[in-house]
């Protein structure tokens, strides 16, 4: 690049990220076409005569996302950032925040959503705020949970995501978990299931919650899990799971007797659709996350900056 050409792609180059000169005003000012401003501004920055630096106050944060990101090869990592004075409803409410932002960018009109049920997904829901109406369905992807809040049940959940949209909600007339498999399929044969399987098969977005370790799984104090399916699991070691269907830290779902007296959309579905959500925090579900992640149950993890802390520290154990 000899001097004259320097000293153009300076000029140019400062006119336009200095002064905000537009391509128009600049083609005026310099007597060059505007087609030709374009390739010289590319020619700037390949030249190091501009050089740009993407900086952001959260740029440790968003870092973080892209190394989780990379490593489990997920869509999109989204972390919301701790506070000082960080409580469990703060965090919620970012949470909330960043889920709104998220839907309103990837749902599309005819999506069918399903969801879980839980605690956290429960509370999410509550905190969001300005979607963008949709012509989408929600549907339940699991059965109900008999002694939970209504707050967490899945068909209020289907219910507020739906209003949510200005879209249409499904309910679920099954619990997630029968005595025996008979039962089960029978429930699954049933007119008043089929629909519900039908639109599990049609499913293009799920959102669901990620369930901690065996012994706080939403699935013990709701009622669902005795000692013997307890037991069952841990000699499978299981780690979490979603949809009351259950999986190993290494991300290998788990087919127990259990998993034959569920109703719920199979693991290995989740790993179909365009987006599989999980919001998920605590260090307490940290593993739960990982083996979602490591099975490709999930495809786009929401969680906390804590939560996020660990992960990238099991990351670097490995």
């Not at 960080?86 to 932002?101: D, F, M, R, Y």
């Not at 949510?164 to 429930?187: L, P």
Request: aromatic residues 8%.
């Amino acid at each position: 690049m000899n001097w004259e050409e320097e000293r153009l792609l300076y000029r140019i180059a400062k006119l336009y990220y200095d002064e905000n000169y537009t391509q128009g005003e600049i083609s005026k000012e310099l007597g060059i076409y505007r087609t030709t401003i374009s390739r010289m501004l590319k020619k700037a920055r390949d030249k190091g005569v501009v050089k740009i630096q993407v900086q952001s106050n959260s740029k440790e944060l968003f870092d973080l996302e892209d190394k989780v990101k990379r490593h489990f090869g997920l869509k999109e990592v989204i972390i919301v950032p701790s506070f000082i004075e960080e409580n469990n409803q703060a965090v919620l409410k970012s949470i909330g925040k960043a889920c709104s932002e998220l839907f309103n960018r990837i749902i599309l009109d005819e999506d069918i959503i399903g969801v879980a049920w839980g605690t956290t997904l429960g509370k999410t829901v509550h905190e969001l705020h300005d979607l963008n109406p949709k012509k989408v369905e929600c549907v339940p992807l699991v059965g109900g949970p008999g002694g939970m809040s209504t707050d967490f049940h899945v068909n209020a959940i289907a219910l507020r995501m739906a209003n949510a949209f200005q879209g249409k909600s499904h309910f679920i007339n099954a619990a997630a978990v029968y005595k025996s498999k008979e039962t089960t399929q029978e429930i699954l044969d049933s007119s008043f299931m089929r629909e519900i399987v039908e639109l599990w098969e049609r499913t293009t977005v799920a959102i669901v919650g990620i369930g901690a370790q065996i012994s706080s799984s939403n699935m013990v104090w709701s009622g669902f899990l005795g000692d013997a399916e307890q037991d069952e699991l841990k000699e499978h070691h299981g780690i979490g799971d979603i949809c009351s269907r259950f999986y190993t830290k290494d991300g290998e779902a788990i087919h127990s007797s259990l998993d034959e007296r569920t109703i719920a959309i199979k693991l290995e579905a989740l790993r179909d659709l365009r987006y599989s959500i999980g919001i998920a925090y605590s260090k307490d579900k940290v593993e739960s996350i990982i083996g979602a992640m490591k099975g490709k149950f999930i495809n786009t993890l929401v969680t906390s900056e804590e939560t996020a802390i660990e992960i990238s520290r099991m990351i670097e154990s490995q």
